[in-house]
């Protein structure tokens, strides 16, 4: 894929950071609600559609409480949701009645992802709200999700909306012009402007979360973008705050880090299961059982996992992870997890011995597993 190629896309998520709105240097960003209006609404008028998932509201909450960091208890992030949320999009409506636009707002959380019925459910909302020239502004319910029903941050929530939408591309903004090469605070550092896949080397280089008001970071941007690119689509990450940037994105133009998709794409149920489902727990791999299912495909077999973490039963997702513990595939197992913890470092044969029973030769069958 070539940047020209994004001059194509037809159907936009545009997630916007935190930081853009509500940065932690203080106060808020009332003019970026109408530069971001104007530049949807110039797409828009262009023929294409548009999908606005926004950070921000437990930001905007945090001012209008008067408190100087974010909120670190639930019970205080989701009073600061519920305020900033008001405020988040009486902002955008505002702004888009200026440019003579409707605005949709829609609330999800994870648990709307993993209900097939509730997927749907919002699945036909987004194409109306298109069908109807009206853009959808999408949020995570974070005023009353808890730690088990979250996504973890937006970027997260815009990756999946990608999937629930049929989006052409991601475009990530927020106030770094892109990755880059090393840590722009400990010097010298440039911007890396495209990327065909995104390695746990990648992973590294891009750090940890974000800052005190937003919960994301490089990080998660570049696991949104795996995400959307293991679906087909590509991600562009890019500075909001630059004049025009969706127009220059679109237009094709060295703005910010492309992320292309990847080659080895997945079908609907296995991109579910490693996207959207969430881990319950992680098997620890042998270097053996790492090189087997990268480079053959396999299934994950009890001989090869040497240590097992967490509680989780027979079909739930867990995260398989090398000896480093770079995670490098997902998948849902066959057995819970004390009997993998009775059966690891064993052969097959030995399943129905130890546990006097057998679910299968597998502990994740190849089927159900899906490899970074």
Not at 55 to 83: C, D, M, Y
Not at 267 to 292: E, M, N, Q, Y
Not at 305 to 324: E, I
């Amino acid at each position: 894929m070539k940047r020209a190629d994004l001059a194509r896309a037809k159907r936009v998520v545009v997630k916007l950071g935190t930081s853009l709105l509500a940065p932690q240097s203080g106060g808020v960003r009332a003019g970026r609600f109408a530069a971001v209006a104007k530049q949807v609404a110039e797409q828009m008028r262009a023929g294409r559609e548009v999908v606005v998932v926004s950070s921000g509201a437990v930001g905007l909450g945090t001012r209008r409480l008067g408190l100087a960091k974010r909120p670190s208890s639930i019970p205080g992030k989701q009073a600061a949701a519920a305020i900033g949320q008001i405020d988040l999009c009486r902002r955008f409506e505002r702004a888009f009645a200026r440019e003579k636009l409707l605005v949709g707002q829609i609330l999800l959380d994870h648990a709307g992802f993993v209900d097939r019925e509730r997927f749907l459910n919002a699945r036909r909302t987004l194409a109306q709200l298109l069908a109807d020239r009206v853009v959808p502004l999408i949020n995570e319910n974070d005023s009353v999700a808890t730690e088990e029903l979250r996504f973890g941050d937006n970027d997260q929530l815009a990756a999946q909306v990608v999937n629930t939408c049929g989006a052409d591309l991601l475009i990530l903004l927020t106030d770094v012009d892109g990755l880059r090469d090393g840590d722009p605070r400990a010097g010298r550092a440039t911007r890396i402007a495209e990327v065909d896949e995104v390695t746990p080397k990648l992973l590294q280089l891009a750090g940890g979360e974000g800052t005190a008001l937003s919960s994301g970071g490089m990080r998660s941007k570049l696991l949104a973008a795996r995400a959307a690119g293991r679906f087909g689509v590509p991600t562009v990450i890019a500075d909001g705050r630059r004049k025009d940037v969706l127009r220059r994105i679109l237009a094709g133009e060295n703005v910010g880090t492309l992320v292309r998709p990847a080659e080895d794409q997945l079908s609907s149920r296995k991109h579910w299961i490693a996207f959207t489902l969430k881990p319950r727990g992680a098997l620890t791999l042998d270097s053996g059982a790492v090189r087997a299912l990268r480079e053959r495909g396999s299934s994950l077999l009890p001989a090869g996992v040497t240590d097992v973490q967490g509680r989780f039963g027979v079909g739930d997702l867990v995260a398989c992870l090398a000896p480093d513990g770079d995670e490098v595939a997902r998948g849902l197992v066959s057995y819970d997890a004390r009997e993998i913890d009775r059966i690891k470092r064993r052969k097959t044969a030995e399943i129905l011995d130890v546990l006097g029973y057998s679910n299968g030769a597998e502990v994740i069958h190849r089927d159900n597993l899906i490899v970074f």
